[in-house]
């Protein structure tokens, strides 16, 4: 959270094979920040890109949620669980855990584009989006679909599954 400026991410989100999330804003009306709106890129948000040339941040989350303790919830602190919490539900769902650049690739794919045309420094490949994500083979039910701060709720009924069927095998 080093601020608006290029080049300002820095350690441990320029690591190899670290996805590096940004704060954006999101549409829950009752705390608007920014005028440019909801996909509006935090201020105090890191920018890339890094020293060695690559892309940082890989994409953009919000920030400013509401949790069941915390209102407002905002900074990389409340981005990076969401992003999380999507790659979570995509592995359990898809059973590709251990595989790095698959989640990578996946997350990245299924951005939403945000700022100039593809990715770039300021909100890396754009906002994460669920996509398409496997039906759930362990009997809960979160659908999928295009989200902003909702995606935080399938996120962690996502997660939710994927415990579940890890308690289940033992």
Not at 53 to 75: H, L, Q, Y
Not at 87 to 105: H, I, K, M
Not at 127 to 150: F, H, K, L, V
Request: aromatic letters at 6%; proline letters at 6%.
């Amino acid at each position: 959270n080093a601020g608006s400026g290029p080049q300002t991410i820095g350690s441990p989100a320029v690591a190899k094979n670290v996805i590096a999330t940004g704060a954006s804003e999101n549409d829950r009306g009752d705390f608007f920040l920014y005028a440019e709106g909801h996909d509006a890129m935090a201020d105090f948000s890191s920018r890339g890109p890094a020293k060695d040339g690559r892309i940082k941040p890989d994409v953009v989350a919000p920030t400013n949620v509401t949790t069941s303790s915390i209102a407002p919830f905002e900074g990389s602190s409340a981005a990076a669980p969401h992003a999380t919490g999507l790659l979570a539900l995509w592995e359990g769902r898809t059973q590709t855990f251990n595989e790095p650049q698959s989640d990578v690739d996946w997350i990245v794919g299924n951005a939403r584009d945000l700022g100039p045309l593809g990715a770039e420094s300021v909100y890396g490949a754009g906002s994460i989006q669920s996509g398409t994500i496997p039906p759930a083979a362990c009997g809960c039910s979160a659908s999928a679909g295009e989200n902003r701060a909702g995606g935080a709720i399938l996120s962690l009924l996502g997660g939710l599954c994927v415990l579940r069927r890890r308690r289940m095998r033992r």
